[in-house]
């Protein structure tokens, strides 16, 4: 059976990944994500009402034209997990493709609520959960099935995806890291990684997330943020001043942490901002989470407004706002604070808690240092980096290797530089460029097998 790559996105930057494989007359497509940061260096941009070839051109979704080169049909578009540089272009380019939406639970309800905010295209896709640990045929053959794994990273709910053809099974490694003391979700599932390692032909070929492979270690777990958290949240108990804490609002298990220091420490949690609003209602609502029942998630503007009067009325003292903003995005919450465009008051002294690393690219960075200048002049005191990656590092990359043991490996989500070292990595393996290791760009297409 003919075995193919496209590698379509995220093979020259972080975002916007896409990738399809196709496995004789069958398709799979794995991701659909926008590049975030192509479209904050706009100002006022409102991508649920541009049109694909626009963001394409923009560079901020996947250039999917390559699809037409491709002999055979999409059977089914599977997002490996929530984040907008995975499913952030699903409501822009799905539709031109027959097939469902394939994913896991947590995952679908959030590319519901993106499909559902789309204003220029009509995405009707079927959508399909399908949990970690199950399978489903692919196509008509017979011989092509395609397995979840379950893997941890910095949102619930995450897998990797595994094509299983008769030549040998292709492992879509995006995004993970091997966490085994998770806080809200069961461990990653390295059993069953190296069971495909060892079954049929093998593993013909890895597709890897190189984000921090060239850093050494182990990415520590979950709970070691946790721990962090808490130290840190403890250390002010005793402070009777304003505490505010920011974190990706996607990393519900982070929030949850949060959340129950907030309450340990004797101050009363509440979510503010809309993502922030999005992510825990939906974790919430399907029960990936036990928040206190009477917790408080507003996203609206106006409502957000109102709880910051009333944390301005009842003291800030007996408050501890979670809120968007720990990239300094222009129009999330903590930067509008900083910018004294809220009814809540920064004293000098106070305390903000950034439970987040900067994503390491110009623009966010720009917009942190800009958000922290501006929270520093009113007088508030910075606790940085409070956090732990969703990504692996060496060691773990290693792990993976020896797991699965793959015939071919591409290296993804990353720009040229941001490779190197993972080619370092895989050739102390035994790998080798242009034989068995691929290091490719947005818009080529791999022939594995012919």
Known sequence: MEVEIATIGGYEEVGRQMTAVRAGDDIVVFDMGLNLSQVLIHDNVETEKMHSLDLIDMGAIPD??????????????????????????????????????????????LVKQQVKSENKF??????????????????????????FVHVTHSIIDAINPVLHTPEGAVVYGLDKRMDHSPVLEDPIDMERFREIGREGNGVLCYIEDCTNAGRKGRTPSESHARNHVKDTLMSMEDYDGGIVATTFSSHVSRVSSLVEFAQEMGREPVLLGRSMEKYSGTAERLDFVDFPDDLGMYGHRKSVDRTFKRIMQEGKENYLPIVTGHQGEPRAMLTRMGRGETPYELDDGDKVVFSARVIPEPTNEGQRYQSERLLKMQGARIYDDIHVS??????????????????????????????????????RKGYKLGRDLHVTENGNMIQLTE
């Open 390 to 427: 969703g990504h692996l590092r060496e060691e773990g990359h290693y792990e993976m290797l020896d797991a699965l043991e793959p015939q071919h490996v591409i290296p993804a989500h990353q720009d040229m530089k941001g490779f190197a070292p993972y080619v370092d990595l895989a050739r």
């Open 122 to 147: 009509n995405v009707d896709n079927d959508l399909v959960k399908m949990e970690a640990g199950e399978t489903m045929s692919i196509g008509d053959s017979g011989n092509v099935e395609l397995e």
């Open 64 to 109: 999917d034209r390559i699809m037409s080169d491709m002999e055979g049909d999409v059977q089914a578009i599977v997002p490996t997990h929530g984040h907008l540089d995975h499913i952030g272009a699903l409501s822009k380019l799905a539709h031109r493709y027959d097939a469902p939406i394939v994913s896991a639970p947590f995952t679908i309800e």
